[in-house]
């Protein structure tokens, strides 16, 4: 085996070297293109809206009569996304018999941890009032619940009842605007109502909800695709460059 010029010579067969070195940079210059878009993919930072996704569930009895039937009574569950100025509140009665939820004032009250521009009920039995931005009594919860719906009467939220509501923020969401009053009177509760007309007596009782809201982010599928993009592109240029070493090796 001997060298004559840029070819190599061996056993009287001429076998040029540099065709096969060019096919393997045409192999590399294809699966660049690959690797660079899964390495972008998996190292920039994602910033697609996650979904937001709170339920509070008022179940516990603070002080008066408990309601009839079995908790929770009231439910009230929250749906956005990151980033959005927007969010769709619903409440739900699971009030039994003659109990309602009234007023004066707050009726149903929540502790928001910013502001709002507009609340507009779409559907269901919407309260008569609706306040949002001062600080509202809750009797013994204390006053300083920001959010307050008050059904008069006539117009109770009674067992069954739903109510949707649009709700705009001031700012974008970075999670659930739902949180914990700081109230040391409202002892981190996150929302209160105050339920009237239990039972034969037409009792009342104040009910609190304590669940923590749940923020559900998507899967990183943009992440995913761009590691799986990668590792497809290193698989495909070992299998090339393991052909192309095979193929000069039966050259000689």
């Not at 109502?193 to 923590?212: C, L």
Request: neutral net charge; aromatic residues 12%.
């Amino acid at each position: 085996m001997i060298w004559h010029g840029e070819c190599l010579i061996y056993w009287q067969r001429a076998s040029c070297q540099f065709p096969n070195f060019k096919r393997g940079v045409s192999h590399v210059k294809k699966i660049i293109p690959i690797l660079l878009f899964g390495l972008v993919a998996v190292t920039s930072p994602l910033t697609y809206a996650t979904p937001i996704s709170t339920t509070i569930e008022l179940g516990t009895v603070f002080t008066g009569t408990s309601p009839s039937g079995s908790a929770p009574w009231l439910t009230a569950t929250f749906t956005s996304n990151t980033g959005a100025h927007t969010g769709t509140l619903v409440l739900t009665s699971h009030l039994n018999g003659s109990d309602f939820v009234g007023g004066p004032n707050i009726g149903w009250g929540f502790f928001l941890n910013t502001g709002t521009s507009s609340i507009t009920c779409t559907g269901g039995n919407c309260a008569d009032n609706t306040f949002s931005g001062g600080s509202y009594n809750a009797g013994p919860l204390g006053k300083n619940w920001n959010l307050a719906f008050e059904w008069l009467a006539g117009d109770r939220f009674v067992s069954g009842n739903t109510a949707a509501y649009d709700i705009t923020f001031n700012s974008g969401l970075t999670g659930s605007p739902f949180i914990a009053n700081p109230d040391p009177k409202a002892e981190s509760w996150r929302s209160v109502a105050h339920v009237q007309n239990i039972g034969k007596s037409g009792a009342s009782g104040w009910i609190t909800g304590t669940d923590a809201p749940t923020n559900v982010p998507e899967p990183s599928v943009l992440g995913m695709f761009g590691l799986g993009t990668l590792l497809i592109g290193l698989f495909v240029g070992l299998r090339r460059r393991s052909r192309s070493e095979a193929t000069n090796s039966s050259s000689f």
